[in-house]
């Protein structure tokens, strides 16, 4: 994937930025090599719901203006001292999907994909720009076979007479193959976006992936990354790095925030700092907001969990565990209550812990790490390229 969607623009500086745009934040970070180490620089996020006339925590939906103007702002604020950059985009802009295919020599797999790519990306392919990755056999389900599709006699069809064993030259194995497309209008938008905030971005890059760099590491065989963003969240399931179940919820933090206004009859703004923990829940109704929260995660962990079945049931495996990431991760005792949901191992991602930075920040960019695992994931990659 190193090379996806990679336009060179001229050369690099030392510091890299990582930039992720969210439906409801942006996320910078800048980072820098220093004796092979990622060195933090600086970071910042700004919430883009003032830009949409809506409170901040939410989702607005900003015309390419907007967002121009929000980037310069967090550009500044954040006091980057480069324009080398890459962009995460959200994975609702893309399409991604695992499909099975024969398991033929790489030069014929080039040739047969275009057309298998057809029956799992829903546009027609000279809309979208197309990448695929091979998922190793060692992640994939071992030495998978599948039956040609061959018309069956008409008789043993009809009758319902499972038909015998094919012989092996009918039988063809096959192999999975990660199937990711973005539409051509999408890259274009964000490009334009980001080279009007002047910044020289090298590559646009799937957020997914860029969660992953950042978060988990190589070696892990089956872990479950969950991206809790505004008004969506990402869950993977990704086996050696690579990503066997992507899946998008339509819930998120958002949704907490929205009942915690309903339920007790408050104002959004006051919900979102409530939810935030930046003021004391009033003596008496502590039970009542912790009600509300966990009532408005349970449509989302219901739906993570069932992911995190079928995944289990399908390919008879288990995974090692769970982190979760985004800024909706960052509420009080998520850990607790997801763990309660999805039985397994969970923790808050570390996207920091790949960097290097001044120990006094140690603590608080554990705490506001999970939000920035994007623009980390991007800003690692930005730095690879330059060797
Ligand atoms: N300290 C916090 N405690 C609880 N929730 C928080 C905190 N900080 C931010 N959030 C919530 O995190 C959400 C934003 O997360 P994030 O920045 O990951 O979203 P996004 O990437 O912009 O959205 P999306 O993934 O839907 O496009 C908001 O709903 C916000 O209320
Ligand atoms: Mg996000």
């Known amino acids: ?17 990582g930039i992720d745009i969210g439906s409801a934040a942006i996320k910078i970070v800048q980072l820098r090599k220093k004796s092979g180490q990622a060195v933090l620089e600086t970071y910042g996020s700004l919430a883009l719901g003032p830009y949409g006339n809506v409170e901040i925590g939410r989702s607005p939906n900003l015309p390419p203006e ?29 399409l991604i999907s695992v499909a099975e295919l024969p398991e033929v020599a790489e030069a014929e797999l080039m040739k ?9 990306i829903p546009v027609p392919l000279s809309e979208v720009m197309l990448d695929w990755m091979i998922i190793p056999k060692a ?14 006699p008409q008789s043993q069809a009809q009758a319902g007479v499972e038909p015998a064993q094919a012989p092996p030259s009918q039988v063809q194995k096959t192999i999975e193959v990660l199937l990711v497309a973005m539409h051509n209008e999408t890259i274009s938008r964000y490009q334009s976006i980001v080279t009007q905030a002047g910044l020289n971005v090298s ?19 089956s872990e479950m990354l969950i991206d809790i963003g505004s008004a969506t969240t990402k869950v993977y399931i990704v086996e050696k790095g690579i990503i066997r179940t992507p899946h998008l919820v339509n819930h998120g933090s958002q949704d907490v925030t929205m009942a915690l206004s309903s339920k007790l009859g408050i104002s959004v703004e006051e919900a979102e ?7 004391k829940v009033p003596e008496g109704q502590q039970k009542d907001v912790g009600e509300v929260i966990l009532q408005a995660l349970e449509p989302l962990f219901s739906e993570i969990n069932q992911v995190l079945l079928s995944y289990q049931k399908r390919y008879n495996k288990d995974i090692a565990k769970t982190s979760i990431v985004g800024g909706g991760a960052r509420l009080a005792n998520l850990l607790t209550f997801a763990e309660s949901r999805i039985r397994t191992n969970v923790v808050l991602g570390n996207p920091f812990g790949k960097t290097l930075a001044p120990a006094f920040l140690e603590q608080v960019l554990k705490e506001t790490g999970p939000e920035f695992a994007g623009a980390v994931g991007v800003a690692l990659r930005k730095l690879q390229e330059q060797g």
Request: charged residues 20%.
């Open 112 to 120: 047969i994909i275009p057309f298998e790519a057809r029956k799992y």
């Open 139 to 152: 992640v994939g389900a071992a030495d998978k076979t599948r039956q040609l599709q061959q018309p069956q």
């Open 273 to 279: 700092v409530l939810k935030r923990g930046l003021v």
């Open 203 to 221: 590559f646009l890059e799937i957020e997914a992936f860029s969660n992953i760099r950042s978060v988990l590491d190589q070696g892990a065989t």
């Open 66 to 94: 907007k967002i121009i103007e929000a980037l310069i702002d967090v550009l500044r604020e954040s006091h980057v001292s480069t324009n080398q950059a890459g962009l995460a985009v959200p994975y609702g802009a893309s």
């Open 1 to 17: 994937m190193a090379n996806f969607f990679k336009k060179l623009f001229g050369g690099t500086n030392a510091s890299v930025l």
